[in-house]
């Protein structure tokens, strides 16, 4: 029966995950560790605002330096790949043979499968680029999509823990309860993507949110103690 894969190489996953996961977790433990020290809410509103703008590009910088970096190598790497199949291509193709000998293909066959690959220069680029380097020429991840990706993700990740203070709530416990409902969402959701049940999913990602939050609330608490 046919089965068909999901994207895992798009680009986007992983940015939009780790995005909205660090969105959710910086900010909170930064609202929570500015509650901690001052019981002005403005001044708690500003850091949260100025921790999701600032997280928020910082996020979608790195992404995009990161991706284009190994965009840039990948490419460098298949262009190698591609002189060499011009200047020897029966070493190319001895070579492409071996790998499937050494995948237990017959001498014979995999002989006549590399010659019939070899023929089509962009399908032997593609063999032995996915076969050597692990990528594929035309599936390289974009560096605007991780980086809008993450964008969009930490803001959305950010906007939670802020939003009570925005909409005129002045305690830290509404803030704190909306996180947590987040973070345990936020979670479970990706274990639709991967092979983690819900809860675990969830609980693991609660428990990495409260303990960030609370360190640096009793930092800030530490520091101002205003909050008590």
């Known amino acids: 029966m046919h089965h068909e894969h999901r994207d895992v190489s798009g680009g986007w996953l992983r940015p939009s995950v780790f995005g909205a996961m660090d969105g959710l977790v ?15 809410t ?32 990948a490419l460098a790497e298949i262009d190698v790949e591609r002189r060499e199949l011009q200047r020897h291509p029966e070493a190319e193709e001895e070579e492409l043979a071996g790998m499937y000998v ?23 680029l593609e063999v032995h680029t996915r076969a050597e380097l692990g990528v594929t020429p035309a599936d390289l991840p974009s560096p605007k ?20 203070y925005l909409l005129g709530v002045t305690s830290l416990v509404t803030s704190a309860i909306v996180s947590c409902l987040a973070l345990f969402g936020a979670g479970a959701l990706v274990s639709r993507v991967t092979a983690r049940s819900w809860w675990y999913s969830g609980l693991r990602q609660l428990a990495v949110g409260v303990a960030a939050a609370a360190l640096t609330f009793g930092l800030g608490n530490l520091l101002g103690g205003t909050a008590l």
């Open 26 to 40: 910086s900010n909170f433990a930064l609202i929570a560790g500015v509650a901690g020290g001052s019981d002005d």
């Open 42 to 73: 403005k001044v708690i509103a500003l850091a949260g605002a100025a921790g999701l703008a600032a997280g928020a590009f910082s996020m979608a910088g790195g992404e995009y330096v990161s991706v284009a970096s190994q965009r840039e190598l």
């Open 102 to 124: 050494a995948q237990g293909v017959e001498p014979g066959l995999a002989a006549e499968v590399a010659r019939q690959i070899s023929r089509n220069p962009g399908k032997a």
């Open 145 to 164: 999509i991780a980086a809008v990706s993450s964008f969009l993700s930490f803001g959305v990740g950010a906007l939670l823990p802020l939003l009570p």
